[in-house]
């Protein structure tokens, strides 16, 4: 039988998810290739992968998919690395670019708007070059590394998970592990759900975060210390039950707003049987 297909996330945020896959054993069972979220989805529902960390936007357009438990890419305040980087006030942006890259922080950022700092706003994607996008727009919203090298000294800077949980009181859920339903039959001697929670275990130990923090930082051009930050204090890492009523709650107005269709009921894998997802209502 193949090996199964994981698309994962290029970012910063995601590597202590993948440590077991690149440094330990994990990687066995597994063919593992990496791309940004907008496609990490579209390779999910394509089927020409079989696990993703989908952005949770995607789980409301792509059918028959079972969340792995526990892991997620959420936040519980400030995150740092999806901003709304703007030239004038909330009250004063009238045309706004969205990054091509991003699915649920297009989403979160036009029920922001809708919501809370009204609506009759203008939105444009755009391909993630910050100068461009700001030559054409008030504010651009730019998601993952590259948000976390905007000089923020020059312009106006709105952190949508912050911006989230100010006025929801829960935290902002952008990611999670999910599996096409079809991609487990046979497979019973896997347990996924162990092995994902494992890596992202092994990645937020302090000896893989110092190891990160080498790799990362020259590549980005931040410090170590701005690196271990981010992955501690800025990325949740747990699909905890307050991440999940948050991620409900996001589903709720995503699709009051008309943003997105109606969610699914969250499907979970039930892994005291593997190969039989179960079906959880939260």
């Known amino acids: 039988m193949s090996r199964l297909r994981i698309s994962a996330i290029s970012y910063l945020n995601t590597a202590p998810l993948m440590w077991d896959f690149e440094h330990g054993s994990a990687g066995a069972d597994f063919d593992l290739s990496y791309t940004i979220p907008s496609a990490c989805a579209g390779e999910l529902g394509a089927g020409t992968a079989d696990i993703g960390i989908i952005p949770s936007a995607a789980y409301t357009n792509i059918p028959d998919l079972v969340i792995l438990p526990g892991v997620a890419i959420a936040s519980r305040g400030a995150v740092r690395s999806i901003l709304l980087v703007s030239k004038v006030s909330t009250e004063n942006m009238r045309t706004i670019a969205l990054d091509t890259s991003s699915i649920t922080s297009v989403a979160l ?17 755009m391909e993630p ?3 461009k ?4 727009h008030d504010a651009a919203l730019v998601i993952g590394d590259p948000a976390l090298q905007v000089d923020r000294s020059r312009y106006l800077i709105f952190d949508l998970a912050e911006e989230w949980v100010r006025r929801t009181g829960k935290p902002f859920v952008f990611a999670f592990w999910a599996v096409r339903r079809a991609a487990l039959k046979g497979r019973s001697h896997l347990d996924p759900a162990s092995t994902f929670q494992q890596s ?5 130990e302090a000896a893989s975060l110092d190891a990160l923090a080498r ?33 409900q709650l996001f589903y709720q107005y995503a699709e009051e ?9 969250l499907r979970f894998l039930d892994v005291s049987k593997r190969d039989i997802p179960k079906l959880v209502t939260t």
């Open 215 to 247: 790799q990362w930082s020259p590549r980005l051009a931040i410090t170590e210390d701005d690196v271990r930050s981010y992955l501690t204090e800025n990325i949740h890492y747990y699909l905890d039950p307050d991440c999940l009523e948050g991620l």
């Open 109 to 125: 950022t036009k029920v922001l708007f809708e919501k809370w700092l009204g609506g009759g706003r203008q939105f444009t994607p």
């Open 133 to 136: 996008m700001l030559e054409e």
């Open 200 to 204: 992202r275990d092994h990645g937020l």
């Open 129 to 131: 070059n910050l100068n």
């Open 257 to 265: 707003c008309g943003v997105l269709p109606a969610a699914p009921a």
